[in-house]
């Protein structure tokens, strides 16, 4: 018994029946359909991030030092002693300088009157010295007080009270305008020519001599400043290195999930400017301690002179720049460790 065949649709009527049972898509659909989009963050929340980031590695490495106080303590006081030297020469050299300006003043042009001049005349003399516009100011010295002046700079009151005559001549003590060699030469020239002097001495060599020596002291200390400088890198440097040889799987680890030299160099840059701040908040007590040892010391050897000279301290200009100086040493040292060793590290 045959089954009767049951009729097939035609292909017009099957993809006709497909559109009408296709559902029109819903407003969510399109979305989907063309993919996933990639959203933009913007640059405040990339700048907050950032901030963040940096907050959290600078307390991450001061907190890594504090677990190990000895030796972060001992390479901050290697930091300290190599700036403790430039930063004593530097205050030396400030104290020069003040004794450079008292020189400046006691700089001057003496001029010696012939035997034969008397007062009325020494007084004429003066005043035309005074009237040159590079004499600021003068002082007249007659012979019996130059004798008085020579008795009591030698003591020799009675060898002296024994002379029949006074063999000074009246002088003249100027105090020039500039207390530069070649314009006091040139004003002992113009003075020779007045009628009446006898000689006159330029009394400029030994200032001369200690500003040469005060140019010598700058240059030493310069030298100093950039050998030591070179000094804390090296120690920043090594102690730098040692943390990044410790550290060096979880440094291959983060590169490996996409972690750029910036963000692994990061903490090692703060680790090396703690050190720079602590050293030389180091070097600010021992140069504070050295300063209240020798005062008095000083103080005694200026008194024994008739002096008063107190050793010169760091202002807060200079304790801001000593302690600027030795933060950049510190983080230039994390640095240039840190770039030099990254190189050689690949993630596997």
Same mark, same amino acid.
């Given at each position: 018994m045959?089954?009767?065949? @049951?009729p097939?649709?035609?292909g ?6 497909k ?6 898509? @819903?407003?969510?659909?399109?979305s ?8 933009q963050? $913007? ?6 991030a950032?901030g ?9 490495s001061l907190? $890594?030092l ?12 290697a930091?300290?002693?190599a +700036?403790?030297l ?9 104290s020069?300088k003040l004794?450079?300006?008292?020189l ?5 042009? =003496?001029?010696y ?15 035309a ?9 003068t002082?007249?010295?007659s012979?019996?007080?130059g004798?008085?002046e ?5 003591g020799?009151?009675? =060898?002296?009270m024994?002379?029949?005559?006074n ?5 003249i003590?100027?105090?020039?305008q500039?207390v ?9 020239? $113009?003075l020779? @020519?007045?009628s009446?002097v006898?000689?006159?001495? /330029?009394?400029?060599?030994? /200032?001369?001599?200690l500003?040469?020596l ?5 240059? /030493?200390?310069?030298? +100093?400043?950039?050998l030591?400088?070179?000094? /804390?890198l090296?120690?920043? %440097?090594? =102690? ?10 979880e440094?291959?680890v983060?590169?490996?999930?996409g ?5 692994v160099?990061?903490?090692?840059l ?15 007590g021992?140069? %504070?301690? %050295? ?16 002096a008063?000279?107190v ?6 200009t ?8 030795s =933060?950049? +040493? %510190?983080w230039?040292?994390a640095w240039?460790?840190?770039?030099r ?5 690949s993630?596997r």
């Amino acid at each position: 018994m045959k089954r009767a065949a @049951t009729p097939r649709p035609s292909g017009a009527a099957f993809n006709k029946g497909k559109r009408q049972s296709a559902k029109p898509p @819903t407003p969510s659909e399109p979305s989907a359909r063309r993919g996933a989009r990639s959203q933009q963050t $913007r640059f405040r929340s990339r700048l907050r991030a950032w901030g963040r980031h940096h907050r959290a590695m600078a307390l991450d490495s001061l907190y $890594r030092l504090v677990r190990h106080p000895v030796g972060s303590l001992l390479t901050m006081l290697a930091i300290a002693i190599a +700036l403790v030297l430039p930063a004593a020469l530097w205050l030396t050299l400030d104290s020069a300088k003040l004794l450079d300006a008292e020189l400046d003043e006691s700089a001057t042009l =003496t001029i010696y009157l012939e035997l034969s001049i008397d007062a009325p005349q020494a007084a004429r003399i003066e005043e035309a010295v005074v009237a040159d516009e590079d004499v600021a100011q003068t002082r007249l010295i007659s012979p019996e007080q130059g004798m008085a002046e020579f008795q009591q700079s030698l003591g020799l009151d009675d =060898t002296l009270m024994g002379l029949e005559d006074n063999p000074l001549p009246t002088s003249i003590v100027i105090y020039p305008q500039s207390v530069e060699p070649t314009a006091m030469e040139q004003l002992a020239l $113009r003075l020779e @020519t007045f009628s009446g002097v006898d000689e006159v001495r /330029v009394d400029l060599a030994w /200032v001369e001599r200690l500003r040469h020596l005060a140019d010598l002291g700058r240059r /030493v200390a310069l030298a +100093l400043g950039v050998l030591f400088g070179f000094g /804390v890198l090296l120690v920043v %440097g090594n =102690t730098i290195r040692l943390a990044v040889e410790s550290r060096r799987r979880e440094i291959e680890v983060v590169m490996l999930i996409g972690a750029t030299h910036a963000f692994v160099r990061r903490p090692f840059l703060y680790s090396g400017a703690w050190y720079g701040v602590g050293g030389g908040l180091l070097a600010l007590g021992l140069l %504070g301690l %050295g300063n209240h040892w020798l005062s008095m010391p000083v103080a005694a050897l200026a008194a024994s002179y008739g002096a008063n000279f107190v050793l010169p301290q760091l202002d807060m200009t200079g304790s801001t720049i000593l302690l600027s100086c030795s =933060t950049l +040493l %510190g983080w230039l040292g994390a640095w240039l460790a840190v770039t030099r060793h990254l190189s050689s590290i690949s993630p596997r």
